[in-house]
């Protein structure tokens, strides 16, 4: 799905239906030999969850959801990968089709439903590459017809933990029935006292795998309000903020495709996402690091996610309509915004306008 080799391919892939080429997408990344990017600049270097990031934009989940490909997206310059939503057993997800781009919005709706091949595939693949090097996250969810929810994710913690640089807990997919449920407070405050207590039990031989929880920006303040207090209460390592939207932005010009079952990502999202991410940093009050997601296309819109307190960012809609280019293309953003304010580092910005962005009219 992703215009791999930048605006030439483009036109090319954009004729395909988008599942087709986001496979083909992954297999060049398996097969084709790529050009190593440039070494980072220094002053792009970020200290966060206990690990050095050489780089603070990283790949989200979804874009290899099982494995396939850490070691590639490594080279082509991600300061960090994040592989996923594995579940434990494999499963098909929802019929096809289920990924839509609304071009003249450069939005993805996608109602996927976590398709997997299963914690025994990716397991392996990141047990080959475990001496590999580099920041690869996992992206854990439970299976669809799973009678205990909770137990899988335990148990993919389990598993996990050894191979994971973090570990995220996905609640918060739209296109599995019931899924955000477990974002309520109670449901919530059982799912992370059980998580974090499996992560110590695998300690021994895992080390100290930092658990993180991916929120969806659906959610009411009030809601918010719990969820910020039950992490900070069980000691979380940190938050992403956060899945694809069930909204649809009044501006969406797509207006026929805009209506697809689904969750919305892209430059549409990106006005709510930003949003909830001031909101969380607020709350979170410097406890733990947030990473900013949600409608990143440009070096502008990601200092925005920096300033309104991400001290990590992801990104993967705008990949599909920018090419690669885009990750060299952000760097230099951030370093020519890092010269024009005199900083050593982007730290010095994390979070400086999260207060203002709160108090703006909410965003349609
Ligand atoms: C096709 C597609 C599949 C996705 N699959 C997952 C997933 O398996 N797990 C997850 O946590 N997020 C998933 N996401 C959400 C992204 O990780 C990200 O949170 C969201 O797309 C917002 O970022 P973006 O606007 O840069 O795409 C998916 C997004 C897309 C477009």
Known sequence: MIGLYGRFARPLLGLLDPEDAHGLAIKSLKFAPLPRARADDPRLAV??????????????AGFDKNAEVPDALLRLGFGFVEVGTITPRPQAGNPRPRLFRLEADEGVINRLGF????????????????????????NIGANKDSADRTGDYVRLIELFAPLASYVVINISSP????LRDMQRAVALDDLLARVVDARERVAERAGPTPVLLKIAPDLSLAELDDIVGIARSRRLDGMIVGNTTLARPPSLR??????????LSGAPLFPLATRMLAETYVRVEGVFPLIGVGGIDSGPAALAKFRAGASLVQLYSSLVFRGLGLIAEIKQSLLAALDRDGLDSLIELIGVDAAAVTAEPWPA
Do not use: D, W, Y
Request: aromatic residues 2%; charged residues 15%; without cysteine.
């Open 47 to 60: 200290t966060a969850l206990g690990l050095s990031f050489p780089n603070p934009i990283g790949i989200a």
């Open 115 to 138: 398709n997997s091949q299963g914690a025994e595939a990716a397991l392996k693949r990141l047990a080959a590459r475990a001496h590999a090097g580099g920041i690869v996250g996992i």
């Open 175 to 178: 296109n599995t029935p019931g």
């Open 254 to 263: 797509e207006a026929v495709r805009a209506k697809q079952t689904g969750g």
